[in-house]
Structures are given as C-alpha cells and as structure tokens.
C-alpha cells in the first residue's frame, strides 16, 4: 500500500480471503461447524475470478520505474539544482567531477539519484475488457525502400 492507498494486488488478496471464507462455510464442500444452509461456491468461483483479473490489471505498469542523477548545490540555505538530471549514472558522475573541479571551491556540491514509480490506484483502472490493445501499425514495404 503506497502513500495509505490500497493497491490492485491488496484488494486481489482480500477478494481471494473472501473467496476461501465462503468456500469454508459451504454445506457441501465446507470445514466450518457454522456452514451456511445453501452452498455459495460459484460466488467464491466468481470472486476468485475478479481476483485474478486484478492481478492481471496489476501486472501492467502504466510506466517503468526510473532513476535519474542530478547535480545539486549548496546555496543561500537550500540545495538547488546545478544541471539537468542525466539518466545515465556514469555521465553523471563525470559531470560532477568536471563541476567539483570547476567550482568545489566555491560552493558545496552533491550527486543525487531520484528514483521514481508509478502504482496505479485500484478504484482508477478499467477492466481487462476494456484495456486497450498495443498500437500496431500496418507494415508498409515502401517505407523500408525510402529509408524511413
């Protein structure tokens, strides 16, 4: 649960506790002395299967996670960005040095590294029906001839 907000995978899993519960008090096919006087298994069926396609909803990233570096520096009481962020940690790393260099004795520097994900919130996500496919365009063998 990120930031107090269930995830897609936290209601799968108390949508499966409720499937086994009911499961537990079928007459027919139950373990429990308090059984219910109808068996309900096609709602636990039918729960589990709403389960399963938020799990499935939940293993769809709506963007990979992502690092990137920055340089920051020490000024009137607040560190402040020096450069743009770099997404690769060893350009990073070499833009600092070559700022250290520069300007190390005349303000404090620091590398740091942002990392950022993205969790889609359960009550926000269409069903799988209603997903949509990947975009696929239409191959064009005059494309290949022209070079784009």
Known sequence: MADGLPSL??????MDAQAANIEARCPDHGTQDDAWTICH????????????ELRLRAAVQPFPPDSAWTIQ???????????????????????????????GDQWAFRLVRADTSYTVEAEHVPSVGLMPEPLRLPYHPAAEESGS
């Open 73 to 103: 520096t020490y000024r009137r009481g607040v560190w402040q960005r020096w450069l743009a962020d770099r997404h690769d940690r060893d350009e990073a790393r070499e833009d600092y040095d070559g700022v250290v260099t520069r300007y």
């Open 41 to 52: 298994c096609p709602v636990a069926e039918d729960t589990r299967k709403r389960a399963a």
């Open 9 to 14: 995978s936290d209601h799968a899993a108390v």
